[in-house]
């Protein structure tokens, strides 16, 4: 035979580089397609797609409001703009898809650190808007909280995810720092909801790492104590919370919320036939769930409940049968906040919760919340992608491992 020899190096010489065969641009989007949730994939295409219905049903009222003697918003106005931002959107979610759970970390990494930097400067040169100083604008407007939260998920994630190579780093510690320093600066804008759903998650993913159970009652007690304080000193938060449990009257924002929530029945007026919803304040945002209610019916309502109940649940069966901590967290992280952020919509909706500037995900409008939505599911996408013909042990958490993190 006259094959090629091998290359034997020399004494002293390295060994020659491995040939790197690219895999070419069709096969990478196999192996995507074969890797990917596309159950979840679906779920969310879907939902996407029933929110482009409710921004249709809420556009008239939200451009009838915002109108104003210069400028005269037609009535598909957010109709139209939501569209071109879900467009981008799912742009953003299948490209993040397509990344590495490791590229997807250090992305996310990357991104924590900016958006940390650009919460500083908000409360120094950010836009006002309704009395809270949230969104920057840097050519383009955007709020930094909204992409830090994704990016928030993965980093806790990863921090808490050192204890499988030392348990004895205090990681409880450095991401309640983390924590902490988020909490202040999301405060000074003001921004409570914001605050409580990063508390949520993080609360979440330590619980999951194997927080000590006696440690429960201790935070559980200062997280009642910074409530009482956000109480005191948020005069924003403690009007809403008073309306809240004292009962609101014609004109507070939940009680119009609930009053279109319920003016359409079981099966709702029909598409453009709601006129609750015309005095509806941010229609097509915070309280898009109640025109759902009147033009589409409470059975339309209890359809996305669902689908948001089948998202989470779709990840959580996905994840169980993971053998990575940090896919584990992160995964749980980006669907607790996910999931979190609609439930509290929900429930302000139906007057469960006191009014808060939190949007519906992947429903109601949204410029750069839309975007950071989508990025959202892109990373969990991304780090729950999978070869199908490789099995793997399920997670679990080593026997006494609660006992192992420090703070």
Sequence with gaps: MNGARPYVPRAGQRAAAATAFPLDRKRQ?????????????????GLMALGALAVMAA?????GRLSTDD?????MHWFWLHLRWQVLGIAVMLGTSLVPPETARRGSILLAALMLAFLVLVPLIGVEKNGATRWLNLGVQFQPSEFLKPAFAVLIAWILSWQARDPGLPVIGISGTVLGAIVVLLMLQPNLGEAILFV????????LAGLPLKRLGLMAGAGLGLLVLAYIFYENGRNRINAFFGGGTAYDQVDLASRTLLG???????LGLGT????LPEAHTDYIFSVVGEEFGLLACALLVAVYLAIVVRVVLRLMAEDRLFIVLAGTGLTALFGGQAFI????????????GMTLPLVSYGGSSTIAQCFTVGLLLAVTRRNPYLSSEKFLLPQGGPKRIRR
């Design 345 to 356: 919509n929900i429930l302000m909706n139906l007057q469960l919760f006191p009014s808060k």
């Design 200 to 207: 949520g998650c993080w609360f979440v993913l330590v619980l």
């Design 276 to 279: 609750n919803k015309m005095r």
């Design 29 to 45: 989007l196999l192996i995507w397609w074969r890797e990917i949730d596309r159950v979840l994939l679906a779920l969310v295409l």
């Design 264 to 270: 359409g029945g079981w099966t709702g007026t029909g």
């Design 71 to 75: 400028v005269t918003l037609g009535d």
């Design 59 to 63: 556009s008239p009222a939200s451009a």
